[in-house]
């Protein structure tokens, strides 16, 4: 079992800045990947960005150049960056961690980028 757990949400003018973090606790053995996603009003949900355990990383195209996935193993957290936030980002962000077996889920951090 794996449990996860996210921070960092809030409110936030256009332009301005947050950093979103995924603690992570249980059998952290078996994750193969973290991922961010998130699911805004109306919308399904979107794969924002992921990295493995050998620190590769991905990105949507709306985010490249602006968000970055990061990890610690000391503090066993996966951090989102993210800067030069848009209105369009608003959403709830979720942490995802693909395990051996299944996939696991923090209950989400809510995003609000104001114009």
């Known amino acids: 079992q794996v449990q996860l757990v996210e921070s960092g949400g809030g409110l936030v003018q256009a332009g301005g800045s947050l950093r979103l973090s995924c603690a992570a606790s249980?059998?952290?053995?078996?994750?193969?990947?973290m991922r961010w996603y998130r699911q805004a009003p109306g919308k399904q949900r979107e794969l924002v960005a992921g990295?493995?355990?050998?620190?590769?990383?991905n990105y949507a195209d709306s985010v490249k150049r602006r968000f970055t996935i990061s990890r610690d193993y000391a503090k066993n957290t996966v951090y989102l960056q993210m800067n030069t936030l848009k209105p369009e980002d608003t959403a709830v962000y979720f942490c995802?961690?693909?395990?051996?077996?299944?996939?696991?889920w923090g209950q989400g951090t809510q995003v609000t980028v104001s114009s």
């Open positions: 995802n961690a693909v395990a051996i077996r299944n996939d696991y």
């Open positions: 249980g059998s952290l053995f078996s994750i193969n990947a």
């Open positions: 990295i493995t355990r050998g620190g590769s990383t």
